[in-house]
């Protein structure tokens, strides 16, 4: 009974057609064989808010996604529609994610310089 049953499953998976026209053959483990699949990360902005008053969130998420896809994981936000433009950042996730390779875009790279550096806990007065 399990023979016939597999062999059934077998004849549903394959499909020829005597002409050679049309040839339908279910090779799930070969249609990735040989490719080189890698995962490329990038922290860029997400934006959030309302029309014309933006709100971005900092994000790690693949580079391949949408704007606003889901990301790997939210590691600041930045609003700047605040005087002086407000930036909150967990600096030791960034700093996590780029040593994992991931690469920071031109406005993200900017926004990480220019936030100040948390002092050490040991050095308090």
């Not at 606003?68 to 909150?88: F, H, I």
């Not at 690469?103 to 550096?117: D, G, I, W």
Request: proline share 6%.
């Amino acid at each position: 009974m399990a023979g016939q049953l597999e062999t059934a499953l077998l004849s549903t998976l394959q499909l020829y057609i005597t002409s050679g026209i049309i040839r339908v053959c279910l090779d799930l483990p070969g249609l990735f064989r040989n490719k080189d699949i890698r995962l490329v990360l990038m922290i860029r902005l997400a934006r959030r808010g309302a029309r014309k008053q933006p709100h971005y969130r900092i994000v790690v998420i693949e580079k391949a996604r949408a704007r606003n896809g889901r990301p790997v994981e939210v590691v600041g936000t930045y609003n700047p529609r605040t005087n002086p433009a407000s930036v909150e950042m967990k600096r030791e996730r960034v700093e996590y994610w780029v040593s994992k390779g991931a690469q920071m875009s031109e406005r993200v790279n900017k926004l990480f310089s220019k936030t100040p550096a948390p002092a050490p806990a040991g050095t308090a007065a």
